[in-house]
């Protein structure tokens, strides 16, 4: 029993003696960490930290040096330094220390060492008599950390493999470079840079084989001496809308601008007027692929909290709807900002900082429905957010590539620009293009027409776009699901296309010049989306599409008299392809007569497998030669 006394009696000997008395702190080190304090206040971490090594040099047993040097180590953001210090300092007195736990499960968090920092935060909580705010804090702090280790339990986040890599010295400098906007091919960027340090203008770079040429001011009159900033540039490279502050012709602080390429460069900006400026803040937007929705931030009162995503839709006759706040789903008491949707049109990228998130503004990602509406954001995760505030992100047409602005350890100074891969779940639809000039076929004269892109599985019309005034034009498909594609021009026969991309390893760019007929007699076309089964002459519910357009071409047309021709291969008997070939031109004509086209203009024949357009020898010749034409009878 005596031992054991004696024992116990060491042991607190033992604890007394550890603990720590500033009073007894070498007097040439307090005069290097006085100075150290004095750095601090100045911004000068690095050389307070150089201070405060020649403090613990002179007495290694300093705790308020080490607790310093791991608060000045945070403050550059070099969580892994403040994280060994804060440990030096726990392991001189752990009862000094306790007070500095929050901080130190800060550290530990930026390491992505989230179950040491919540345990940090209860030792903090545990501390007697803690203030209000002290506690909401802790509170605050300890839900993020529950939120990061209840994330990383659902998702497979330990095989992402998270390296941003610099984009290097051609774009970034020793200034701020931020907001990227990549083209569709992924071979041209556009960013803003910070230039002495008070103005924002716009530069431009090119991808080639050994990496990006050097970076140049915009050509054209879209830079000035005004802070032009977080531009996005339309997918087929012809229009540029911004942010521009404290310009003349504004309406508040902040306004939205757009310019356009011309030959000689980009435009003088036009504010884009009432429906999207007010007095208040409008910034950062993303326009949809096909231009007819333009998305953005803004702190207009009648929102659900300080900052909200927007979104206009362009109308059929050029102008833009008012407004319409995104919703309660995407809009929070906090503030949201920095839209990106993607060229899939259907992914949608933004920040937030009170969706729950691992504290600050955290990356999030909303996905449209199968019926066109928006569901509920997703996280995008740790490591590519942290417990720091998260800017703008934009991914290339490719789904996997994505661009940000850092101020990481290798930046050339300030916010560099830098790529990195998305870890998959996260990941939009991969995006290839369709783009080429639409035509008069007798003529060859460029002609503005309407394109038309259609969902064959749903059925729903996925985007509506304009060629530009000679004809010129550029749809994105996302690769995963099959196409209807379609031209039209009033005074003409449309064009239609489909497109088969639910293989997911889809890996081309259509370059497809479409020759438009005028309305005239003995014109045809073929209905490149009208689908039957092998053998059947049930219409397919995926030809839906292309009815209801010639059900709009024959409404927009009363004089017009057509005739739906039916072809087969050779496949089988000729009395039955011929039969086969005229129920199916009957099913189209019957299926026009239901959505109240008169009779008196409709009329079908079958040919069966008598005029072939391509070889029998091979099933895609097959392909071609069973097909639906429309043929003109009488035009007026």
Not at 125 to 142: D, H, T
Not at 183 to 194: A, E, I
Not at 325 to 342: R, V
Not at 413 to 426: A, H, N, P, T
Request: aromatic share 12%.
């Amino acid at each position: 029993m005596r031992s054991f006394f004696t024992a116990l009696l060491c042991l607190l000997i033992l604890q007394l003696n550890a603990q720590y008395d500033p009073a007894k702190v070498d007097k040439r080190a307090v005069k290097f960490y006085d100075l150290s304090q004095e750095q601090g206040r100045n911004d000068q971490f690095r050389e307070g930290i150089e201070s405060l090594k020649k403090a613990v040099a002179i007495d290694n047993r300093y705790e308020d040096a080490y607790l310093s040097m791991a608060g000045m180590y945070s403050e550059l953001k070099n969580y892994q330094a403040a994280v060994d210090n804060y440990k030096i300092a726990k392991s001189i007195d752990s009862l000094y220390f306790i007070d500095y736990s929050l901080s130190y499960s800060i550290n530990l968090a930026g390491l992505g060492k989230f179950e040491e920092a919540l345990a940090a935060v209860n030792d903090f909580k545990s501390i007697p008599n803690l203030r209000e705010s002290s506690l909401r804090s802790a509170a605050y702090r300890g839900k993020t950390y529950q939120f990061a280790i209840d994330f990383a339990a659902k998702k497979n986040l330990s095989a992402y493999h998270f390296e941003p890599q610099n984009i290097g010295d051609s774009i970034n400098s020793p200034v701020s470079e931020y907001f990227p906007t990549i083209s569709l091919d992924g071979n041209h960027l556009v960013f803003t840079r910070r230039v002495k340090s008070i103005n924002e203008d716009f530069y431009e770079a090119d991808r080639k084989n050994n990496g990006w040429t050097q970076a140049r001011p915009l050509a054209g009159n879209i830079n000035s001496n005004q802070n032009e900033g977080a531009l996005n540039i339309s997918q087929d490279g012809q229009w540029l809308i911004f942010t521009g502050c404290n310009f003349e012709n504004g309406f508040g602080s902040c306004d939205l601008f757009m310019s356009f390429l011309t030959p000689e460069g980009w435009s003088t900006p036009e504010n884009m007027g009432p429906n999207f400026n007010t007095e208040f803040w409008e910034s950062a937007p993303s326009l949809s692929p096909d231009k007819r929705d333009l998305y953005f931030t803004s702190n207009r009162p009648g929102g659900y909290g300080g900052n909200d995503l927007y979104v206009c839709h362009r109308m059929e006759n050029g102008r833009w709807s008012p407004p319409e706040n995104m919703g309660p789903n995407i809009n929070t008491a906090g503030d949201e900002s920095a839209p990106f949707i993607h060229a899939d049109n259907s992914s949608l990228y933004f920040t937030s900082n009170a969706l729950p998130g691992y504290g600050g503004d955290d990356l999030f990602l909303v996905r449209k429905t199968a019926n066109g509406d928006w569901g509920i954001p997703e996280n995008l995760g740790y490591p590519i957010n942290t417990i720091e505030n998260e800017g703008s992100l934009v991914v290339s047409a490719d789904g996997k590539t994505a661009y940000y602005a850092s101020d990481r350890a290798d930046s050339r100074g300030q916010l560099d620009l830098y790529s990195f891969e998305l870890r998959d779940e996260v990941r939009p639809a991969k995006t290839i293009w369709v783009k080429g000039k639409v035509y008069d076929k007798k003529s060859g004269k460029g002609l503005p027409s309407s394109v038309e892109l259609g969902d064959l599985g749903s059925k729903r019309i996925l985007s509506k776009l304009q060629t530009d005034e000679t004809g010129n034009y550029l749809t994105t498909l996302p690769v995963g699901k099959d196409y209807a594609f379609n031209v039209s021009r009033k005074g003409y026969l449309f064009f239609s296309e489909n497109f088969k991309l639910s293989n997911p390893n889809s890996d081309s760019v259509y370059q497809l010049d479409i020759p438009l007929q005028p309305i005239e007699a003995n014109a045809s076309v073929i209905l490149k989306n009208i689908f039957f089964d092998v053998n059947r002459f049930e219409l397919e519910p995926a030809s839906q599409i292309e009815l209801d357009d010639v059900v709009k071409l024959l409404k927009e047309n009363p004089l017009l008299t057509i005739q739906i021709n039916g072809y087969t291969d050779n496949v089988g008997k000729p009395a039955d392809n011929l039969l086969l070939s005229t129920n199916r031109a009957k099913s189209v004509v019957n299926y026009l007569k239901s959505k109240g086209i008169d009779p008196r203009r409709l009329s079908f024949k079958g040919y069966g497998d008598a005029e072939p357009v391509s070889t029998n020898s091979t099933e895609a010749g097959r392909a071609q030669n069973r097909r639906t034409e429309l043929k003109v009878l009488k035009a007026n």
